[in-house]
């Protein structure tokens, strides 16, 4: 990811945290960071965030910047999500060195060993639900462990037998002996180590006990040769074991840890637990759904890396917890793509046009723009012929004060081609619906002709009806209402979703050329918005379209 928005003058105060550890010489290795992904799920909007960040930051000092796999829990770990999240940050661009914490299994146990030996972790008997009632509250100091001052002999003996298989799931714990009435609950003695009898992606049944995050974290980054262990700012309380640790393990030169603000986006879904309870309940259409932030969903809605690129590094770095509002998203998709996009006329809603004084054995070809400012882009042909089609909301038999487009009686441009007047409507006798409107043209009105004889207040794209293409179009919104809270939601999807988040127009007719339309291709629908193909959904004999973002831009730099 390009960390230009990094300059000298950058105030944002992880940099400045990182340029004054340098300065004061803290370090004799270069800047190193890392981002730490559990394979338990797929990258959204917010992990970009804290990659560029942790990329962002190493670039700039000439440093290293890591992919760590944090894989020590075995029931939630697949290799899917290991390649799911390669490939993710490869479209977005950066190619770090890769590392997997499940290659560390014996350096962990060995540092859990050395805290044994030192009386600073002890095997621990209690119940998962009992650690809990012993901790304590905010406010009233925890219980000692009854098997707290076992002998550094009895735990070591103990711990190699949790090692060897010998005791179930749950039955023993080993934990730091660290203070029961500290004020952080961090450090109330927390749990290093647990028993779990499943069989890892990577390590499979190698071992039967796994090192909690808290414990593994450190080591990791000292292993790694971490300086600055960035992180989101829910570790924040998390820091002062972190530290503990490295300090009890005689580290030199120990990796920092330091947070910042977490990226929210307004009516977005970005917790990992919410995201997959909306994907496993069936709420969306998998994890790769244009609704949702991952950025498997924002790849096959039509979003591109430099957009997201773009967005994170405008966005700063916060010091608390932040929500964005989503439209700024929206703003640099848009700007990213009104540069690259190609024009085209898409019919949504049609409504048949019958030319009347057009010769119905006749067509012609009109030159019309690949895009609408940038000549370099070229043309194309597009026929033209006695039977179109045009959005049904471009006509209004009885006109209200203000429209200005086609009505009976009234005059408009059909882009690229000729002044129409609608002279007819034809209506469903049954239901009243209008099915068909008959219009004359004026050949003398040729755009490019010169023609100045009179104006008309409106220009309307259309579609010829000898070979338009027919297409399914998905027009997307928020996924959550806008009154909509995730905390108090009580997991009640169907309450916070918002029913028209996604609408399926299956009627839909394109110009001609889109039937050559590239995967790969971002298109302009005039009046529409920019859109893409289904990369799904879409085949030859059924073209699907995704609405990547619409043209309305409601966000304003320094709003």
């Known amino acids: 990811m390009d960390s230009k928005t990094f300059n000298e003058e950058t105030t944002d105060f992880l940099t400045k945290l990182v340029k004054e550890d340098l300065e004061n010489g803290e370090y004799h290795r270069p800047v190193a960071t890392r981002f730490p992904p559990e394979p338990n799920g797929f990258l959204h909007i917010g992990s970009a965030y804290a990659i560029w960040i942790n990329h962002s930051i190493a670039e700039k000092y000439g440093g290293v910047f890591h992919l760590r796999f944090d894989d020590t829990n075995p029931v939630k770990e697949d290799i899917k999500y290991v390649e799911a999240i390669k490939e993710d940050m490869e479209w977005l661009g950066i190619h770090p060195p890769v590392y997997f914490g499940s ?93 779990l009898h499943a069989e890892h992606y990577r390590t499979r049944r190698a071992w039967c006990i796994y090192p909690m995050y808290d414990f593994a974290h450190p080591i990791q980054d000292f292993l790694e040769g971490i300086t600055h262990s960035l992180c989101s700012a829910e570790f924040k309380d998390h820091r002062a074991l972190y530290e503990w640790v490295l300090r009890e393990l005689d580290v030199t030169e120990p990796p920092k840890q330091r947070e910042f603000g977490r990226l929210n986006v307004s009516g977005l879904v970005t917790s990992k637990r919410y995201l997959r309870e909306l994907v496993e ?32 590094q405008e966005i700063g770095v916060f010091r608390q917890n932040s929500t964005v509002d989503s439209a700024m998203l929206d703003h640099y998709i848009r700007q990213d793509l009104k540069e690259r996009a190609i024009s085209a006329m898409a019919v949504l809603h049609p409504l048949k046009v019958i030319l009347t004084n057009y010769p119905e054995d006749q067509t012609e070809r009109l030159r019309l723009r690949n895009h609408e400012t940038d000549e370099s882009v070229g043309s194309r042909d597009v026929l033209f012929s006695r039977e179109l089609y045009i959005e049904r909301e471009d006509f209004m038999e009885c006109p209200v004060s203000g429209f200005h487009r086609l009505a009976p009686g009234s005059e408009v441009r059909l882009k690229g081609a000729y002044f129409i007047k609608c002279e007819g409507v034809i209506s469903d006798p049954v239901t009243g619906d209008i099915t068909e409107l008959h219009c004359s043209y004026d050949p003398e009105t040729k755009s490019g002709s010169g023609f100045q004889g009179r104006k008309v207040k409106s220009t309307i794209h259309w579609v010829s009806a000898m070979n338009g293409v027919s297409a399914e179009v998905h027009l997307y919104d928020k996924l959550l209402r806008e009154e909509a809270r995730l905390a108090e939601s009580d997991n009640d999807w169907k309450h916070i979703l918002n029913p028209d988040s996604k609408t399926v127009i299956t009627d839909a007719i394109l110009e001609e050329g889109m039937k050559h339309a590239d995967m790969k291709t971002t298109y302009q629908f005039i009046r529409h918005g920019y859109f893409c193909l289904d990369s799904r959904y879409a085949t030859e004999e059924k073209p699907v379209y995704n609405r990547v973002v619409s043209l309305k831009d409601s966000w304003k730099k320094g709003k």
């Open 103 to 195: 290659d560390y299994s014996e350096r962990y146990y060995e540092a859990a060993m050395q805290l044994v030996r030192k009386g600073k972790a002890y095997v621990c008997d209690l119940t998962p639900v009992e650690i809990t009632a012993y901790r304590g509250t905010l406010t009233e100091a925890g219980t000692d462990s009854p098997y707290r001052n076992r002998s550094v002999e009895e735990n070591l003996v103990l711990f190699q037998g949790m090692r060897e298989g010998k005791y179930p799931a749950s039955s023993k714990v080993l934990r730091a002996k660290i203070d029961m009435s500290s004020p952080n609950m961090n450090l109330r003695d927390p749990v290093l180590y647990r028993i």
């Open 281 to 312: 309940g069936g709420f969306v259409d998998g994890w790769d759904d244009p609704r949702l932030p991952t950025i498997k969903a924002l790849r096959r809605r039509g979003v591109t890396a430099e957009a997201i690129k773009r967005f994170v």
